[in-house]
């Protein structure tokens, strides 16, 4: 469906059905499946035919769905997992191991934060986190020999930050590395990363993709532009033999398929972070009306936005498509048809007028959820992000009297007048 539009790829791609076939995505429930000869499935095990045997690696449903999610996104191939988390961590330990080394954008999800800095570094993996601001010259200076990737979002959460894509792209080639884009917010319905230089995609499917806050999931999605073979040394996951599948070496076997078919045969192998057939047929409900749904949450957000911005109890509202929003040039550059439905914003009095402004509002309620078809809010300083310390959270833009506004698909005025009765 490649020459098909994104309405309709959202609608109809990655799936479709023969002469007498379902049009819906089956949801294949079966965790094994039946061969006739062990040489059958041994083909299998050796990577040499393509095809079902486990659920843990690979599923039907899953695989449509994903398929989809490369269309949208304009990538060679693309996995679920289990949740965006295990979409990251994936993505990153596909091609990082004990002694190297990632560069990443300070301002990014408070649990991303966290794996990174703290999870993977008991696994030998540093980090250095650099400014979504930082010039040419500062990004290089953060890179080492040792640097395997760089990672950043095209959105951050919840600061809102907009990643200066092409710029990290740059960088991470001219060090022969890939750049890894989290792409949650604004969906490949507003902005497509690949197309800016990023190498590889990740998502939390739990938000937009899904929109209805019933199917934790996550997807990865490889551009194929990155030559694994032209930086060899630097990454002999892909590049040299796996002794654990018999000696294969991925790029030279899989090409462009070889990220997903490594991050499958041996990531989804020993770690299982696998998403359900059910919620991968969940998600695809959610992707039907992707395009039609960010849309809404954009203009909704735009509404808010303007609203808090004129409001004498707001210190200062974070939103890229207001025009004295920092990133609002960025933003007409990557995200011209609108970003999406988040909003934050910090109140006159910090922390306690943040708890008491929430604690009135009727409308929208109190989550640890964003994206969502229902209006969500928090305070991140209280929850998704309360593991950084004040230093960690004013560096990542998130101070403590934040609150992080997910604007969901109700009408504009009622969540005004949700807004306006809470400060009053």
């Given at each position: 469906m490649s020459n098909y539009k994104m309405n309709t790829k959202c609608v109809q791609g990655?799936?479709?059905p023969g002469n007498g076939e379902p049009r819906q995505i089956p949801i294949v429930q079966s965790t094994t499946f039946k061969y006739n000869t062990s040489e059958d499935m041994g083909k299998l095990f050796d990577l040499e035919a393509s095809g079902y045997f486990y659920t843990r690696l690979q599923n039907p449903t899953n695989d449509y769905v994903a398929a989809k999610i490369a269309e949208l996104e304009g990538g060679?191939?693309?996995?679920?997992?289990?949740?965006?988390?295990?979409?990251?961590?994936?993505?990153?330990?596909?091609?990082?191991?004990?002694?190297?080394?990632i560069v990443a954008s300070?301002?990014?999800?408070?649990?991303?934060?966290?794996?990174?800095?703290?999870?993977?570094?008991?696994?030998?993996?540093?980090?250095?986190?650099?400014?979504?601001?930082?010039?040419?010259e500062e990004l290089n200076a953060a890179f080492k020999e040792n640097t395997k990737?760089?990672?950043?979002e095209t959105i951050a959460n919840p600061a809102l930050t907009v990643?200066?894509?092409?710029?990290?792209?740059?960088?991470?080639?001219?060090?022969?590395?890939?750049?890894?884009?989290?792409?949650?917010?604004?969906?490949?319905?507003h902005c497509r990363p690949i197309e800016w230089g990023a190498d590889i995609v990740t998502h939390s499917t739990t938000k937009y993709m899904d929109g209805h806050g019933v199917a934790?999931?996550?997807?990865?999605?490889?551009?194929?532009?990155?030559?694994?073979?032209?930086?060899a040394e630097k990454f002999p996951g892909l590049t040299t033999p796996d002794e654990s599948y018999h000696g294969i070496t991925y790029a030279e076997k899989f090409g462009k398929g070889a990220f997903i078919t490594k991050c499958t045969a041996q990531l989804m192998r020993d770690f299982g972070c696998i998403q359900s057939p059910q919620n991968a047929f969940y998600l695809n409900m959610g992707l039907e009306s992707l395009h039609v749904r960010i849309a809404r949450h954009a203009e909704n957000g735009q509404a808010v936005a303007e609203f808090l911005q004129n409001h004498p109890k707001v210190e200062k509202v974070h939103f890229s498509g207001l025009p004295t929003d920092p990133y609002y040039a960025r933003a007409q550059?990557?995200?011209?048809?609108?970003?999406?439905?988040v909003v934050s914003f910090e109140l006159k009095g910090g922390r306690k007028a943040a708890e008491e402004f929430m604690s009135k509002l009727k409308l929208a309620a109190i989550e640890t959820h964003v994206a969502d078809a229902r209006t969500c809010c928090l305070n991140p300083a209280t929850s998704t992000h309360r593991q950084m310390t004040d230093e960690q959270l004013a560096a990542a833009g998130i101070p403590a009297g934040l609150v992080r506004m997910s604007c969901g698909l109700e009408d504009k005025a009622d969540l005004i007048a949700d807004l306006e009765q809470a400060l009053a």
């Amino acid at each position: 469906m490649s020459n098909y539009k994104m309405n309709t790829k959202c609608v109809q791609g990655g799936y479709t059905p023969g002469n007498g076939e379902p049009r819906q995505i089956p949801i294949v429930q079966s965790t094994t499946f039946k061969y006739n000869t062990s040489e059958d499935m041994g083909k299998l095990f050796d990577l040499e035919a393509s095809g079902y045997f486990y659920t843990r690696l690979q599923n039907p449903t899953n695989d449509y769905v994903a398929a989809k999610i490369a269309e949208l996104e304009g990538g060679v191939a693309a996995m679920l997992t289990s949740s965006g988390q295990a979409a990251n961590f994936f993505a990153l330990f596909n091609i990082c191991e004990c002694g190297d080394h990632i560069v990443a954008s300070s301002s990014i999800y408070g649990g991303t934060f966290n794996l990174i800095s703290v999870t993977m570094a008991k696994m030998g993996i540093e980090v250095t986190f650099v400014s979504p601001d930082a010039t040419e010259e500062e990004l290089n200076a953060a890179f080492k020999e040792n640097t395997k990737a760089m990672f950043g979002e095209t959105i951050a959460n919840p600061a809102l930050t907009v990643l200066d894509i092409e710029l990290f792209a740059k960088v991470a080639h001219a060090h022969g590395v890939p750049l890894i884009v989290d792409n949650t917010f604004p969906t490949p319905v507003h902005c497509r990363p690949i197309e800016w230089g990023a190498d590889i995609v990740t998502h939390s499917t739990t938000k937009y993709m899904d929109g209805h806050g019933v199917a934790v999931g996550g997807a990865i999605v490889d551009s194929g532009n990155f030559d694994w073979m032209a930086h060899a040394e630097k990454f002999p996951g892909l590049t040299t033999p796996d002794e654990s599948y018999h000696g294969i070496t991925y790029a030279e076997k899989f090409g462009k398929g070889a990220f997903i078919t490594k991050c499958t045969a041996q990531l989804m192998r020993d770690f299982g972070c696998i998403q359900s057939p059910q919620n991968a047929f969940y998600l695809n409900m959610g992707l039907e009306s992707l395009h039609v749904r960010i849309a809404r949450h954009a203009e909704n957000g735009q509404a808010v936005a303007e609203f808090l911005q004129n409001h004498p109890k707001v210190e200062k509202v974070h939103f890229s498509g207001l025009p004295t929003d920092p990133y609002y040039a960025r933003a007409q550059k990557y995200l011209p048809n609108g970003g999406c439905g988040v909003v934050s914003f910090e109140l006159k009095g910090g922390r306690k007028a943040a708890e008491e402004f929430m604690s009135k509002l009727k409308l929208a309620a109190i989550e640890t959820h964003v994206a969502d078809a229902r209006t969500c809010c928090l305070n991140p300083a209280t929850s998704t992000h309360r593991q950084m310390t004040d230093e960690q959270l004013a560096a990542a833009g998130i101070p403590a009297g934040l609150v992080r506004m997910s604007c969901g698909l109700e009408d504009k005025a009622d969540l005004i007048a949700d807004l306006e009765q809470a400060l009053a």
